[in-house]
């Protein structure tokens, strides 16, 4: 596609996270010619963790010409397993064959770097369109001017300006942009916290090779779901099914008794094994093969809706504008699909002046869909994670429903969530209907 503007517009895109990354992929293939892509660490850098590959996202990146990066790395997923976490009953036990029959795609769940290097060799590949500057910080951004402030790794550095014509923040939830967006507009830059925090640990066959039933986990194309007392594992194959990846989510102790600016931090190994000292044997097996450095604790945070995401020639993309709890497995979806509605926008763009108006048709198109998915995520987590023993009753009986055909509690397989997550298709809406919009 050749957009009217490609050859000449000026397009700076701060962070290259999954979002950036997108955003700069759906553009260079709309024919955008001067995409620069700023990144204030040394690489993509992503640490290792599995990631949800939903019909939704599975979609975009077949049509980006990413997914061929990817493919062999996907596992698809057949099943889910609830458990309770103390007892190791199988509570539910789901079959995911009406995704790939109702959707078109089937749930598969990959390795977070393997997207990330899709994204990025597929960006490669559009050379010379998309340039990407590695070590090189934005700290400012002049709205007035259209223009950004840069700098390098040295914090000292005063940094220079750069002139453009349009800003995509896609710098996280820690956003930078967001943060000069909010100023200039007279408000608080208002990341929440959540009162839990995340363990993020991958196992390789080697270690589970001496355990036949941790190694099945490993084999299967199934994902493993143990539920307690306001805490959860996930565990599922990645990488061809040669790493197991297990997350979990708890309540907020660590850093909540040393607050400071850090959001990821090593953990100790004997206090994850104390917050779920209470799990099961087979649980407790697997959390006592990670090695003693290589665990990995993150606290969540949110930020509280955005009156708006533009501000002249300024839009915030991803986290930076709807950061997600992880129970519904949408983040990196939801910021690859505002890259991809982003460049249907621009790419019907035919002047510059129309740059702002252009903006807010696509926060018309987004903000609404990403922001209830931020909701529904949050209400997932409060659902598995009850700390109340009846509440926790009541969630466990709703799961044994399941096979009766009882709705799901875990909305990330409810058909009633499904529905409306993986069966739109936000290209095809987008196309629709901005042209009535513009």
Known sequence: ???????????????????????????????????????????????????QVAPNLSRELQRLGAWEYMETDAVEMHTVSIRGGTTDEELANQSLAYIRERYGQPHRVAHRSALANALYEACKAAAPRVAFHFRTAVTDVDFDRHRIRVRGRDEAEPGHWIDVDVVF??????????KCMLARQGEEDDAQDTGQAAYRIMLRRGQLAHDPELLALLESNSTSRWIGAGRQIIAYPISGNTILNIATTQPDVNFAAAPTATWTTRADKSAMLAVYADFCPRVARLLRLVPA?????????????LRTWVEGCVALVGDACHPTLPHLGQGAAQAIEDGAVLAVVMGKLTDVKDILAGLLVYEHLRKTRAERLVEEAAISGRTLLHADPEAQAARDAAFRRVSTGGPNPDKWVDRTVTDYVYGFDCVKVAEEQVAGLM
């Not at 923040?169 to 967001?178: H, T």
């Not at 450095?293 to 809706?305: A, M, Q, S, T, Y």
């Open 293 to 305: 450095g290589e665990v990995c604790e993150w606290k969540l945070r949110v930020h509280r809706p």
């Open 1 to 51: 596609m050749t957009a009217k503007l490609g050859p000449t517009l000026r397009i700076a895109i701060v962070g290259a996270g999954m979002g950036g990354l997108a955003t700069a992929l759906a553009l260079a293939r709309q024919g955008f010619e001067h995409i620069d892509v700023y990144e204030a660490a040394a690489d993509l850098g992503f640490v290792g963790a599995g990631i």
């Open 169 to 178: 923040g896609a710098d996280g939830v820690k956003s930078v942009v967001r």
